[in-house]
């Protein structure tokens, strides 16, 4: 270990105070190198192409409630996927109870019908600031 004993003169035996930090330092660049992996595979967000429109950008914080409409016409309530059960999802969700808001992303070419149950069920479930989120043209930034 990093504790030697070595003869200090009439004193006798006298423990050295040094602490070996090499494993210390081999472990958290270890631990470095795996968050650096990893970070990309739990940041990989979902794709959505959203339909370009001559509008305001508007800032969405993460905290939002987000319902997407992918281009295979999956319906996803943050990560979840609820395609089957978006209406019960909606309604069950306690933050749209208190906060009444909710933004939906829609794939430019899913279709016009996944959309409107999405915004039926957002409707049913008590929303009342809904948000459809486009990607603005440079004309309207």
Same mark, same amino acid.
């Given at each position: @270990? ?5 003869? =200090? ?6 423990? *050295?105070? &040094?602490?070996? #930090?090499?494993?210390? #330092?081999?472990? @958290?660049?270890v631990?470095?190198?795996?968050? @650096?992996v ?33 281009? &295979? &016409?999956? #319906? *996803? ?5 609820? /395609? ?15 906060? %009444?808001?909710?933004?939906? =992303?829609?794939?430019? /070419?899913?279709?016009?019908?996944? #959309?409107?149950? /999405?915004?039926?069920?957002? =409707? ?6 809904? %948000? *459809? @989120?486009?990607?603005?043209? &440079?004309?309207?930034?």
């Amino acid at each position: @270990m990093a504790f030697a004993a070595r003869r =200090r003169g009439r004193r006798g035996l006298r423990g *050295l105070a &040094e602490i070996n #930090v090499t494993p210390l #330092v081999d472990v @958290m660049l270890v631990l470095l190198i795996v968050f @650096m992996v990893t970070a990309p595979l739990l940041a990989s967000g979902l794709r959505v192409d959203l339909p370009n429109v001559p509008a305001a950008s508007t800032p969405v914080s993460d905290s939002k409630l987000i319902v997407s409409v992918t281009r &295979e &016409e999956r #319906v *996803l309530f943050g990560e979840l996927d609820v /395609t089957d059960t978006l209406e019960a999802s909606l309604a069950g969700d306690p933050r749209i109870r208190t906060e %009444h808001e909710l933004y939906v =992303r829609a794939d430019k /070419t899913a279709r016009y019908g996944v #959309v409107a149950r /999405t915004v039926a069920a957002a =409707r049913a479930a008590g929303v009342t600031a809904l %948000h *459809l @989120m486009v990607e603005p043209t &440079e004309r309207a930034r």
